[in-house]
């Protein structure tokens, strides 16, 4: 009997690695996953609903030139923060990024429309990480990469 139970949770040790990834994080720089909006006195509404920018945001990250950084308030709590890096040369260094902290991933590639399309996940236990390129030089159009962070 204690074999059985030793191996059963061997087993579920061993599937629950599965489902994290290295350095999976508990929030976005200092605000906590489910942290209300009523407790963040530097946050300004932007044009849209449910998204915030913070007043007096660095727009570097590990070095990495950013143009945007969004978060992301679902019921008034906070669930993801959306990245935009700023030329395609951050963009190349936010994906090296990624894959030096989170560990790599396999990516998703697919072409629609003239346009080509790149993600690369990390699903954890608390966390999903999304890096999405879309290109759409094919049609005249630049290139636009997003790099999401949120709750699952």
């Known amino acids: 009997m204690n074999k059985v139970v030793i191996c059963f949770f061997s087993l579920l040790l061993f599937i629950s690695q599965g489902w994290s990834f290295q350095n999976e ?12 909006i009523s407790a963040l006195k530097d ?16 727009l570097f990250m590990e070095g990495i030139r950013l143009k945007d950084i969004l978060y992301i308030f679902e019921s008034g709590k906070f669930t993801k923060v959306l990245i935009q890096p700023l030329h395609s040369d951050d963009m190349i260094n936010l994906k090296d990024f990624c894959f030096d902290y989170f560990g790599p991933v396999e990516g998703e590639f697919k072409k ?18 999304v890096f999405s390129v879309m290109d759409g030089s094919a049609k005249g159009l630049g290139t636009t990469c997003v790099l999401s962070i949120g709750r699952k």
């Open 112 to 129: 629609e429309d003239g346009f080509m399309y790149i993600n690369y996940q990390w699903v954890g236990q608390t966390a999903k990480i």
């Open 25 to 36: 994080p508990g929030g976005f720089r200092d605000i906590a996953w489910g942290t209300h």
């Open 43 to 58: 946050m300004k509404s932007s044009s849209w609903e449910n998204v915030y920018i913070r007043k007096n945001d660095s």
